[in-house]
């Protein structure tokens, strides 16, 4: 199973931000003008109608993310991205906002899900994004993800996993990547891998390769020493057995 990097941000519909979260009032979603809950809402439509250019022409010219996507190859991966899932639907909700001059700056909490079918493969795709979002003369201008998870699984019975990851994490300190399937294995053989990549807009168009092996114990457990500057990261476990697949990926931010 290929590791499905660009997905990560294109999931939005909305997404982005004018840097520093200490700018923020955080006013309560409810106080939220109309016309910035029309936007998030009129976003999410037009990405669960798989309409690329009703989508577009509510993004910027000057469109980017902090992970360095333009438009360009927002729109590419997007393609690329509801051709693997035809179904894919958005649910996004607003939790917090605030103005800055003439832009308003949103917190979202946006839930991806959808279906993929490959060589007779179903696989079952679930993805969780909280994004701060700048939006400029009723258009999205910038995105920084602030944190995510998504999972991916694939036969009759993949494994269920519970993951133990911190989101951040100082410079230089230790911290454990814990993968555990939760229900027994019996006689099943179990096989594994974890990776950790930088986030990097090329990565959304090229995905990491993962290799197995086969594991002694129900899971993956590694201890692990965070870089010494600051940086973000994905880190991912893929986990395989006769009857089932379930590959999961979570941003880490290292800050200072």
Known sequence: MTQLRW???LMLGVGLSLGSSSLL???SADSAPTALKNLIEQIDDAANSHNQQKLMNLYSDQFVTTDGLMADSFTKALTNLWASYPDLQYTTTLQSWDKAGDR???ETLTTIEGNSETVGRVVQLKATIKSRQTF??????RQEILSERTELNSGKNPPQ???NLPETVRVGEEFDFDVIVKEPLDDDLL???AISEEVDSSRYLEPGVMELQLLQAGGLFKRI???ENPEKRWFSALLV???GITLVTQRVSFEQ
Do not use: C, H, N, Y
């Not at 400029?136 to 201008?141: A, F, P, R, V, W």
């Open 225 to 227: 020493q965070a870089p």
């Open 161 to 163: 996993v519970e993951m």
């Open 7 to 9: 997905f990560l941000s």
């Open 191 to 193: 096989a594994g891998t």
């Open 25 to 27: 009032r955080a006013e």
């Open 241 to 243: 057995r006769k009857d």
């Open 136 to 141: 400029q003369d009723g258009k999205l201008l």
């Open 104 to 106: 308003w700056i949103a």
